[in-house]
């Protein structure tokens, strides 16, 4: 079935520094792919998506290109900042109504 | 106005209790989910409804039960508790438009914490 693999953490950075977070997916066929994002004592909110290959996905500085060559998704941030720790998840529908998430990478960013 | 409520957000308990974690959702979504998150972030789903309908039943202990009185409510019950029941567990909702490609973007409350002592 489909599924995410995810590049485990946890990752600590300083400010301003860049931020990748790897995820490659096996899937049949080309299902839409998201990165959600849980910040401290939340639950988690859709971060990006992007329904078909080639797309990129942004939102508040994160950036996503769905490559269907290397069954990749990486998240990726230029300039991050301390509000920017949490937890991230890749993750994908499966084909009975489920959405699998990766393992999750938990981000620290540094003052 | 919270999209999806949960409640209570923390429960403290002891062995052998049965306890229940309500969620309710104003979104107006066809599709209710419970996860369960354990100390290391990794999500697990328990159970999916959609318009009432059980759709996901993942492997669970039978002392999980969850009920769906209406598309806008669905409830975790759970009887006999134990010490490995610990975690926070998450509601979630969506608007299914097919199986497979009908972007599942979910919606997800802000989690009930359950501690077994």
């Known amino acids: 079935g489909n599924s995410v693999t995810q590049m485990e953490g946890p990752v600590t950075l300083s400010e301003e520094a860049f931020l990748t977070i790897n995820c490659t997916y096996t899937?049949?066929?080309?299902?839409?792919l998201f990165w959600y994002v849980q910040y401290p004592g939340e639950g988690l909110q859709l971060l990006l998506k992007?329904?078909?290959?080639?797309d990129k996905g942004s939102n508040k500085g994160f950036e996503a290109t769905y490559r269907k060559e290397t069954t990749s998704f990486h998240l990726e941030k230029g300039s991050v900042q301390v509000s920017d720790s949490a937890v991230y998840f890749c993750?994908?529908?499966?084909?009975?109504?489920?959405?699998?998430f990766g393992a999750g990478t938990t981000v620290t960013v540094r003052a | 106005d919270t999209a999806v409520s949960q409640t209570p957000k923390y429960l403290v308990t002891q062995m052998g209790n049965d306890k229940s974690i309500k969620c309710e959702q104003n979104?107006?979504?066809?599709?209710m989910y419970w996860y369960k998150q354990d100390s290391k972030k990794f999500l697990k789903i328990m159970f999916s409804?959609?318009?009432?309908?059980?759709?996901i039943n993942e492997t669970v202990p039978n002392r999980f039960s969850p009920k769906s009185p209406d598309k806008a409510h669905l409830n975790l019950h759970i009887n006999s508790l134990e010490l490995g029941d610990s975690a926070v567990y998450f509601c979630?909702?969506?608007?299914?438009?097919?199986?497979?490609?009908?972007?599942?973007?979910?919606?997800f409350g802000a989690g009930s914490r359950l501690t077994v002592l």
């Open positions: 993750a994908l529908p499966t084909n009975d109504y489920k959405l699998s």
């Open positions: 979104l107006g979504h066809d599709t």
């Open positions: 992007a329904t078909k290959a080639d």
């Open positions: 979630a909702s969506s608007q299914i438009t097919d199986s497979y490609s009908g972007a599942n973007v979910l919606t």
């Open positions: 899937a049949t066929g080309y299902p839409s």
């Open positions: 409804y959609n318009n009432k309908e059980l759709i």
